[in-house]
């Protein structure tokens, strides 16, 4: 499985973004995917998760309420809408697959895609 990021960009606070992930290959499908981000100098961390179905989803703490996961199985894409964004959801953000179908909420996913930045000014 090969993914691509895309959607990142530059958003005042408050405002909001949807950032896309495309998947290569027809087991995208019976994957569980999750994004990340990673800020300068910062680890990397699970923003939040979703189950191959999309019926079972996870976010962390700080993004409840104002993000939303979710996927297309039959357009092999999955998406992340970043409502109310603030400065520290600046970030470059990674979507991910992993070889099992339900929730993951660890790093150790199996497909990665490239990073997409968003940045968000105050």
């Known amino acids: 499985v090969q993914l691509q990021a895309c959607g990142g960009g530059l958003v005042q606070a408050w405002g909001s973004r949807r950032l896309s992930c495309a998947a290569s290959g027809r087991t995208f499908s019976s994957y569980g995917m999750g994004w990340f981000r990673q800020a300068p100098g910062k680890e990397r961390n699970i923003v939040a998760a979703?189950?191959?179905?999309?019926?079972?989803?996870w976010y962390t703490d700080s993004v409840k309420g104002r993000f939303t996961i979710s996927r297309d199985n039959a357009k092999n894409t999955g998406y992340l809408q970043m409502n109310s964004l603030k400065p520290e959801d600046t970030a470059e953000y990674f979507c991910a697959a992993h070889r099992a179908p339900g929730l993951r909420v660890a790093l150790d996913y199996d497909y990665w895609g490239q990073g997409t930045q968003v940045t968000v000014s105050s």
């Open positions: 979703i189950s191959w179905s999309g019926g079972s989803t």
